[in-house]
C-alpha cells in the first residue's frame, strides 16, 4: 500500500490512505480513471466538433482563425484525438471568407497541400489581408449591403437635398420637368 501512496499525486493519499486494503485502493483509482477518460473523451468530442463547424466569425482576420484553429487541433492532440497537418490545412481552405475564394483555389492549384503547414497557410493569406487588396474585391452581381443606420442617414440626406430644392422656388411649388414651373400660369 505504501508504494501505491508514493506513486500517486498528493491530492489522492487522503483518499487511497483511507483504504484498508491495497486492492481497494487500487479499485478506487480505476474507477476514477474511468471518469477521467470518460471526461476526456467528452471534451475530445465537443472539440472535434468545433473543428468540424469551425468558421470564420465575422470581421475576423486570417490570423486570429489560425490561432483558433491551431488551438483546436493541438488540443484534440493532446485528448488522444490528432487531426493531421493536411486535414487542418484543407479545414482551413474549405473555410475561408468568398474574398479568399480565388486565392484558396489557387493555393489548392500550385501548392503540395500535404506540406503547407497552418503556420505558411495563414502567413500566405496574411499577407494578402494586409495589402488590403481584398477589400474592393466584390463578385459580379453581389449587391452592397447597408445596415439600418446607413439607410436613415441616407434617407434623411435626401429628404434634405428635396426640401432645400422646393424652398428655392419663389412661390414654394415644385418645378415641372416640361420646363416650367408649377404654378406660373403665362
Known amino acids: ?29 480505476k474507477i476514477m480513471r474511468v471518469g477521467v477518460e470518460r ?17 470564420f466569425k465575422d470581421g475576423e482576420g486570417v490570423e486570429a482563425f489560425g490561432i483558433r484553429l491551431t488551438a483546436i487541433v493541438n ?13 487542418a490545412v484543407l479545414k482551413f481552405l474549405r473555410s475561408v471568407p468568398r474574398v479568399y475564394k480565388q486565392l484558396a483555389m489557387a493555393i489548392e492549384s500550385l501548392v503540395d497541400l500535404k506540406t503547407l503547414s497552418i503556420e505558411e497557410l495563414t502567413g500566405r493569406l496574411l499577407v494578402v489581408e494586409e495589402r488590403g487588396e481584398l477589400d474592393d474585391v466584390r463578385p459580379s452581381g453581389e449587391k452592397l449591403l447597408l445596415t439600418e443606420e446607413e439607410w436613415q442617414t441616407r434617407q434623411r440626406q435626401r429628404e434634405r437635398g428635396k ?4 424652398s428655392g422656388n419663389k412661390n414654394g411649388k415644385t418645378p415641372i420637368k416640361s420646363g416650367g414651373m408649377a404654378g406660373n400660369t403665362g
Open 75 to 87: 488540443d484534440l492532440e493532446m485528448l488522444g484525438d490528432p487531426v493531421s497537418e493536411h486535414m
Open 163 to 166: 426640401g432645400s430644392f422646393r
Open 39 to 55: 471526461a476526456r473523451e467528452a471534451k475530445a468530442q465537443t472539440r472535434r466538433v468545433e473543428f468540424e463547424n469551425l468558421a
Open 1 to 29: 500500500m505504501s508504494v501505491l501512496l508514493r506513486e500517486v499525486p498528493p491530492e489522492l493519499i487522503r483518499t487511497l490512505g483511507s483504504k484498508e486494503m491495497a486492492k481497494e485502493a487500487w479499485d478506487t483509482l
